[in-house]
């Protein structure tokens, strides 16, 4: 390929990047102009004059803090989860022989594959039956094991050596002990990779919070920010600006992270 | 001792693949054969009267033939550009990393905020109508969101938008396991860039693209999220697509019954497409690589 052709190349990726991250940039912009006459300058691109009063106001406003809480805890405790029982679930298929194995390693594969929807109706009534409606415990148990979690740490478990756990099981470990100080450390990478794609999963959801839950105070900030709308005249500025702090860990976490997370999220369709 | 600790390690997948997997599906399964009232909690057994009854709603027709669209619409875009963008990315350019990154970037952003910036954007008095005028194009009376002819059109724009990015991760996947000599030898004989690309990349890439694609079409089928946030089903129904059907009859007519059976049909209807799919394309060949 010439030079000029790679120029080319060049100066379209650059156009299409920035159409792709106008719309980013859009969000950012708005969050960042006073709401006190708020008129779409369409023509006017640059932030500034910027101000960062609607930030200020968010955090003054009670229950965005109550949104963002909420959004932090179930995501922190259900990638806490994650990362202890899909150790444990993906040791077990890695490195034990039991009955009917072969099914039950199919049926992580059965979930990772099915349409969730199917489980809404069901879920909802069964969440209301144990008494769950509108509690953490409905935004947190249900997504304490992740599939594809224990399909992506069977994997890594397999290729790692087994000299290790042997010579720990002479000395006389326990299993437990085993798995949690022989075998966890050397599945940091594998872990790393299933922590963030969790956070990340569950820090945007929508679907599941959003049915489980009815009170002001259980919502996360996806399904406060979905409901928000639904008044009559739309404050964009405050609405962009808290959609901005929704963003931004994942940009955060996408900037330190990116090979993690690209992993993360080709695992299920690359799986070697 | 190593058997108790087998069962103690599969233990949490065992409780929760029972309780919240394979218990909602059978339990969804039998509440589509029931009329279920949630006040009093009593189910009673009218056989296929739901799924009949499916068949006269013209709700629900409206429902498969938006969300048929939607599929058939967006997914030919996504991939077509996401495979371009890949090529491109892969190709001796400088600032690789970056292109990747902000390509995929809107992918991993919530599906809530994407719709909330799109609800700003498509506004009456949005940008994508000042870029129209600006330009000299016709533009929807009411705003892109609020005009029956216009609206699930713009959701799909928004969805090709999005989506592009991740599927081109999975297309640099598959380019960057086409072994270096075959562009080495291709370039002795002097091929032209559109020859390396119809003759090396494209028979390379199929089974990546087939994948592609049946991930697209399961994902798609499923959408809800951008439909509640942007139009709630409206206008006129327009935007009304299966899953937010499935919500709004259970979850706001409280039609239990109704609604299961509802997603179930859904359920066939993905699980044929993917099937069909896999069968004309031989997808399961390539996967299981």
Known sequence: MSKIQRIIIFVILLMLLAGMLFPMYWMIKTSFTQKAGYVVDLKNLSPWPLTLRN????????????????????????????????????YAFARRRFFLKNLLFLSVIFVIMIPAHIIIIPLFLLIKFFGWYDTYLALILPWLVTPLGVFLMRQYIESLPKDLEDAARIDGAGDFKILFSIVMPLCKPALAVLGIQVFLVNWNSFLFPFILTSSQKMRTLPVALALYQGYQTIDWPHLMSASTISALPVIILFLFFQRQIISGLTAGALKK | MKQKSTFLFLLPWILI??????????????????????????????????????????????????????????????????????????????????????????????????????????????????????????????????????????????????????????????????????????????????????????????????????????????????????????????????????????????????????????????FSFSFLQMKLFRVGKAIGE
Request: with cysteine; proline share 4%; hydrophobic share 55%.
């Open chain 1, 55 to 90: 930030y200020k106001d968010l955090w003054m406003w009670g229950p965005f803090l109550r949104y963002f809480l909420n959004s932090l805890l179930v995501a922190v405790l259900v990638t806490l989860g994650n990362l202890i029982f899909c150790l444990m679930v993906g």
């Open chain 2, 17 to 270: 693949l029972s309780l919240f997997w394979l218990f909602p599906i059978i339990y969804s399964l039998i509440l589509s054969f029931t009329r279920y009232s949630v006040l009093t909690g009593e189910a009673s057994w009218i056989g296929f009267s739901n799924y009949l009854e499916l068949f006269k709603d013209p709700d629900f027709w409206t429902a498969l033939k938006n969300t048929t669209f939607f599929v058939v619409g967006t997914i030919p875009f996504t991939t077509f550009f996401a495979l371009l963008l890949a090529v491109l990315i892969n190709q001796k350019i400088p600032l690789k990393g970056l292109f990747r990154a902000g390509f995929f970037l809107p992918s991993i952003t919530s599906m809530v905020v994407v719709a909330l910036i799109f609800t700003n954007l498509y506004a009456k008095d949005g940008y994508i109508n000042f870029l129209f005028q600006l330009i000299g194009l016709p533009t929807p009376e009411k705003g892109w969101l609020l005009s029956e002819k216009t609206a699930l059109l713009s959701i799909m724009a928004m969805d090709v938008w999005m989506a592009t990015g991740f599927y081109m991760l999975l297309f640099l996947a598959g380019l960057q396991a086409i072994p270096e000599e075959l562009y080495q030898i291709s370039d002795i004989f002097g091929a032209s860039f559109f020859q390396k690309l119809v003759h090396i990349v494209l028979p390379y890439i199929r089974p990546m693209m087939l994948f592609v694609i049946l991930l697209n079409t399961i994902k798609s089928f499923q959408i809800f999220v951008e439909i509640f946030v942007m139009t709630k089903g409206g206008p006129l129904n327009s935007t009304l697509t299966m899953v937010y059907m499935v919500y709004d009859t259970g979850l706001h007519k409280f039609r239990m019954g109704y609604a299961s059976a509802i997603a179930y049909a859904l359920f066939f209807i993905i």
